[in-house]
């Protein structure tokens, strides 16, 4: 394990003249941001209208649960992106590996929004919808890990957490564009909505990509890895050598990554299936209500991003995820007051405090985990640990969410308690993660 374990290599000690870390950081926001919000438009998409047009008529439950069901496997796909294009971006650079991942994740998204429905075409449109949630989620297995390393080894060992967040900044930049889009075709007529409304967010990606594309192509391949491929330290199997050599590393980045995915989709997806159907709230008050809390998230993680840089990255993690065990609780009163009140800014109060914390440990979990792996296989290492995390707790967060709802007739405080458990996975593994950091450093 201690042969890939980043040290005090001369890899990120490149001078400044040799990077353009600006422009990097630039190519990570913008690709991720489309990245991002072609992959919350299905989500959306599959809380408000899925249901009804891709599955038999029937049981609303069965066709909501069906709906998730396929949002759930776009997360179950993103291990295999990571694997592909973690070993192409450790053998043939992360730009190459970055284009691939952005074409592929705008063709699927906007041959969704062609898709014929179920009572058009009946049982091939969930096949296809399917299949294609599967690119998805394959297109952004591959991105994070390499969007991450392009900003954050062009900045170098000193301003990586700050400049590997540029890529967790996308991630709320999307959700906010997916939320105006899907603001706007709400406030259609419902038939108008049903019949051609919900295909123009997918639709629209086609532009995106085109704009992606031409940021992206403009920036240089990262220094650190044209430094490992001129040394000829690439790793000619990056995904064995990993689990062969650091599985305990890779196990524990899976949990340190738990909460800031899982609770995107705690307060994004499943949010809008607890607040309409457990709580009588109209579909556009909830999407609104998500809408002003993505600007807070999107203002607070680079402030978060900062104060990790300045004060520490695993120190900050530590009270980030301590704080995030504490917030559903008052979220849900707020939430569940504002729903019965009509007082739309407690909701988005209470939502905002879980995601405080939430994006505060997401924005600054990147660049720790970045720094923790080799150049030769840290693409692999860290795209296997952010998608299989996505896999396990970003997928099956809804479902359990909307399965926990049925069980307990809408009830907050098992909710509550789901939460605080997936905090706190976050909490002891990063704790973990800097105790063998440091003894690595000891031994060195």
């Not at 000829?232 to 995915?261: D, F, H, M, Q, Y």
């Amino acid at each position: 394990m201690e042969n890939i374990i980043s040290g005090n290599s001369k890899s990120g000690q490149l001078a400044p003249g040799a990077r353009q870390p600006a422009r990097a950081g630039l190519a990570a926001f913008v690709g991720t941001m489309i990245e991002w919000y072609d992959f919350y438009i299905y989500g959306t998409a599959a809380a408000l209208v899925f249901g009804q047009l891709f599955f038999p008529p029937g049981d609303p439950f069965l066709s909501r649960m069906a709906a998730l069901g396929t949002f759930a496997v776009g997360f179950f796909a993103r291990p295999l992106g990571g694997i592909v294009f973690g070993h192409l971006g450790d053998r043939l650079g992360r730009k190459k590996s970055l284009v691939i991942t952005l074409m592929l994740m705008g063709i699927a998204t906007v041959c969704i929004g062609l898709l014929p429905t179920y009572q058009q075409i009946g049982l091939w449109a969930p096949v296809a919808l399917v299949a294609l949630r599967v690119l998805q989620g394959v297109a952004v297995g591959g991105e994070w890990g390499g969007a991450v390393l392009i900003a954050g080894e062009h900045a170098g060992r000193q301003r990586r957490t700050l400049f590997a967040s540029f890529a967790q900044l996308g991630s709320p930049a999307g959700l906010i564009l997916s939320l105006l889009a899907f603001k706007w075709v709400t406030a259609m007529e419902p038939q108008a909505m049903l019949d051609y409304g919900w295909r123009l967010p997918f639709l629209a990606s086609a532009g995106l990509l085109l704009i992606g594309l031409l940021i992206r192509l403009g920036v240089n391949e990262s220094p650190e890895f044209e430094t490992s491929r001129q040394q000829r330290a690439a790793s000619a199997a990056p995904l064995l050598e990993v689990v062969r050599k650091a599985w305990p590393l890779l196990l524990l980045c899976i949990g340190a990554n738990t909460i800031g995915i899982a609770g995107v989709y705690f307060t994004n997806t499943f949010m809008i299936v607890f607040t309409t159907e457990y709580l009588g709230l109209a579909k556009p008050a909830i999407l609104a209500c998500l809408f002003y809390v993505a600007f807070i998230q999107f203002a607070i993680q680079p402030l978060a991003a900062w104060l990790g840089q300045r004060f520490g990255a695993a120190r900050f993690l530590k009270i980030a995820a301590a704080l995030a065990i504490l917030s559903p609780y008052p979220m849900f009163v707020l939430v569940k007051q504002g729903a019965a009140s009509g007082n739309a800014w407690l909701m988005v109060m209470g939502i905002a405090i879980c995601v405080i914390c939430m994006a505060s440990f997401y924005s600054v979990i990147a660049g720790f985990v970045s720094g923790i792996f080799e150049t030769r296989v840290r693409y692999t290492a860290i795209s296997l640990s952010y998608q299989v995390c996505g896999a396990i707790a970003g997928g099956l967060t809804p479902l359990i969410g909307t399965m926990l709802a049925q069980r307990y007739h809408g009830e907050w405080w098992p909710l509550a308690i789901f939460y605080s458990l997936m905090s706190a996975v976050s909490l002891l593994s990063v704790v973990a993660l800097d105790r063998l950091r440091h003894l690595h450093a000891d031994q060195a």
